[in-house]
């Protein structure tokens, strides 16, 4: 055994400490041959399970899977959205790490070597093929396509596409008048379709998993096995919804009253539809998910039937998991994204070939982040550094306990932000910790709300007890424990993953200095605001040091009567001194000098460009041709500027502008200018947001 010692309650999770050592011994088999994984993956199903002691559901495949493995009872994804999730699990790493808070950014923008589950295999000697998603799709517009894959990951892939693809004009919506992922993908919406199982894509799924099984028999293989049931749109054949009469299923709804017992942040994520949908709606909607994960279920079992079939059952480690949970109306919530138990509590059974535990079940709270470390140990392979604890001490004794929580998190995210600037897009964060007994939860760091359920009590968790004085020493240790874990719980906290640091807090600038010029400065709303003053020469306000080599990002709104610009690697004059290119021109003591990227509108076509101020004044380059209608009058235009060795560059939202090398000055400081106006003009602003530096490294290459 290679797992170092856990002292009990310790909080923090950090697979950094349970780097696992190689033992290249498997745990369950003295043999020489390496056991096979076949990790099925199902997308948005809830823990509503047979073997989970839901009575309604009809889910026999994975209950025969859960009776001959071991089924985790309080397993945890660490964010329910898909892409964050995927990217955590099938790396081993939090979402932090990765910084992947929504589903358009890939894991590899942010960690690019990063070793993922299925390479960990890859690397010793395993093939490794997915079949449909494994990685994060698109659901359904991305079906039948890579998606948003891991290509290196995989040996082979097979992406089936299935009549659901076809039938997608028959579904119903709750948004019938979207567009887009907002029809299907993101909203309530189902088919009870025409036609065989076989014919949907969860079914060619299934029949591709058996022929891969058959060519891979002679191992060893990591087979990932992605189905696209239950997520929405819920499709499934007619006979599945008749499994499931309307009559008889739950209709969750959140009791009178309960509203007001928790944050406006706990809710504020859902889809305006689903706080107006009927009864009939709901019945409808819950039939269909429950239609759905039966479908979903004979689809699992047909390959569970052909790794029977291949005499491969006592060779292969079967994992069944979901990327997260799920709310039917629990808590007047649909689908994801929530921190209630509903959406973060996942489906888990690993079954391991001759485990003499198997048809246990373990209750100590786990993580999907464990994925990772936990089946290398289980095929004694040496894996790479993690976040998550190994579970194999946990599928052979599953009475026993880990002695640590479970941690998850998600960002509410403002989708108006642009594309290119994904990573800026996260308004707030809210984090959870789930003990064996308690949920405790944090929104904006505390800032927006919290909330502390009972699960023992309540598990239903409509009893928020955060300001119950009995309450108020467990939520004193959680709040300690969470803080422990998530040391950056509010999003200007956390450093940024490619090395920048905030420049401008959007709290203070008190340590700033004025140069030039009497224009005032203030910090309002988050936002650095310079405003004219009549009779006063340029203005600059200039961060405390100097910086040579850097990258540097801003956000700036300039009314359009004024003219604005931000100092690099600039000086200021010591005594009154004759300007270099007019020397008739005495520049007084304190005047600033140095290249400038210009902010001015669009019409002068500078923006971006840089003016040599109060010293050559000229232009350093010719911009662009697109950089010339880069700049978007009145609105906020990003700004990126890097200056390394003599070669200096810029962009205006995303478009290159500006690149000249020049070596007069290779470091001083930067400013924040407020151009001085005529006498009765102004007063007039100019506001900057999000001011984020990045020192370069000798012989960093920036593109
Ligand atoms: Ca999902």
């Not at 002679?218 to 006979?239: E, I, M, N, Q």
């Not at 108020?472 to 424990?481: E, G, H, I, P, S």
């Amino acid at each position: 055994m290679h797992l170092p010692e856990v002292p009990i309650m310790s909080p923090l999770r950090l697979g950094g400490l349970l780097f696992v050592v190689a033992s290249l011994c498997p745990l369950f088999s003295d043999a020489a041959e390496k056991l096979n994984v076949l990790l099925i993956v199902s997308d948005d199903l809830n823990v509503r399970l047979g073997c989970y002691g839901d009575e309604h559901a009809r889910t026999p495949n994975i209950d025969r899977l859960a009776a001959r493995g071991v089924r985790f009872d309080r397993a945890y994804c660490q964010n329910p959205l898909c892409n964050p999730s995927r990217a955590s699990f099938l790396t081993g790493l939090r979402t932090d790490t990765l910084r992947i808070y929504e589903n358009d950014t890939h894991f590899r923008e942010i960690v690019p070597d990063v070793v993922t589950l299925p390479q960990t295999f890859q690397r010793n000697g395993y093939t490794t093929v997915r079949v449909g998603k494994l990685f994060h799709y698109n659901v359904p517009a991305s079906i039948g396509t890579d998606g948003f894959d891991d290509l290196p990951s995989w040996h082979r892939t097979v992406n089936p596409r299935g009549r659901d693809k076809d039938d997608e004009d028959r579904i119903f919506t709750v948004t019938p008048e979207a567009k887009g992922a907002a029809r299907f993908g993101g909203s309530l919406s189902w088919l009870a379709a025409d036609g065989t199982d076989a014919e949907q894509t969860d079914g060619m799924i299934a029949d591709a998993a058996a022929t891969l099984l058959h060519e891979l028999k002679d191992g060893p293989f990591f087979l990932g096995v992605g189905f696209f049931r239950p997520h929405t749109p819920y499709v499934a054949p007619k006979p599945w919804f008749a499994l499931h009469p309307l009559n008889h299923l739950p209709t969750p709804r959140a009791p009178e009253g309960w509203l007001a017992t928790v944050p406006a942040a706990a809710r504020d994520h859902r889809k305006p539809q689903e706080d107006h949908l009927t009864d009939d709606i709901r019945q409808h909607a819950i039939q269909a998910y429950y239609a759905s994960v039966s479908f979903m279920d004979a689809q699992l079992g047909r390959v569970l039937d052909a790794l029977d079939r291949e005499g491969l059952t006592s060779k292969t480690i079967v994992v069944f998991i979901s990327d997260h949970g799920y709310q039917l109306g629990e808590h007047e919530l649909w689908q994801k994204r929530s921190l209630y138990e509903w959406s973060l509590r996942v489906p888990l059974i690993v079954s391991v070939p001759g485990n003499a535990a198997n048809g246990s079940v373990a209750k100590s709270p786990v993580e999907l982040v464990d994925l990772h470390a936990t089946l290398a140990e289980l095929c004694g392979l040496p894996a790479p550094q993690t976040e998550g604890t190994s579970l194999a001490k946990l599928v052979r004794h599953p009475e026993q306990s880990l002695g640590l929580p479970a941690f998850s998190q998600i960002a509410r995210t403002d989708n108006a932000i642009p594309r290119e600037r994904k990573m800026d897009q996260v308004v707030y964060h809210g984090h959870t910790i789930r003990t064996d007994r308690y949920r405790y939860i944090e929104w904006d760091g505390g800032e927006k709300g919290a909330e502390l359920y009972d699960e023992l009590a309540d598990p239903e968790e409509l009893k928020n007890l955060v300001n119950d004085p009995a309450h108020a020493a467990t939520v004193a240790m959680l709040k300690q424990q969470l803080a422990k874990q998530f040391p950056h719980r509010r999003p200007h906290q956390l450093p940024h993953p490619r090395g920048f640091v905030k420049l401008f807090d959007g709290q203070s600038v008190e340590n700033w200095i004025r140069r030039g010029g009497t224009a005032a400065y203030r910090v309002e709303n988050g936002l650095l605001i310079g405003r004219t003053a009549e009779g006063s020469k340029n203005t600059f306000l200039c961060p405390p040091r100097d910086y040579g080599d850097f990258e540097l990002e801003f956000d700036v709104l300039c009314d359009p009567e004024l003219n604005s610009g931000v100092q690099i690697r600039s000086h200021e004059y010591a005594e009154d001194t004759p300007q270099p290119s007019m020397p008739k021109r005495i520049r007084s003591a304190g005047e600033v000098y140095g290249y400038q990227c210009e902010i001015a509108d669009r019409s002068k076509g500078t923006a971006g460009n840089f003016w040599d101020e109060a010293r050559w004044t000229k232009w350093w380059a010719e911009p662009s041709v697109a950089g010339k209608d880069a700049y978007r009058d009145g609105e906020w235009n990003r700004y990126r500027i890097v200056a390394q060795g003599d070669r200096i560059r810029s962009w205006v939202n995303g478009v290159p502008v500006a690149d000249f090398r020049d070596s007069l000055d290779a470091s001083g400081f930067l400013g924040f200018q407020v151009h001085g106006i005529k006498a009765g003009t102004g007063p007039y602003e100019v506001r900057w947001r999000d001011i984020r530096i990045r020192e370069l490294k000798p012989g960093e290459v920036v593109r």
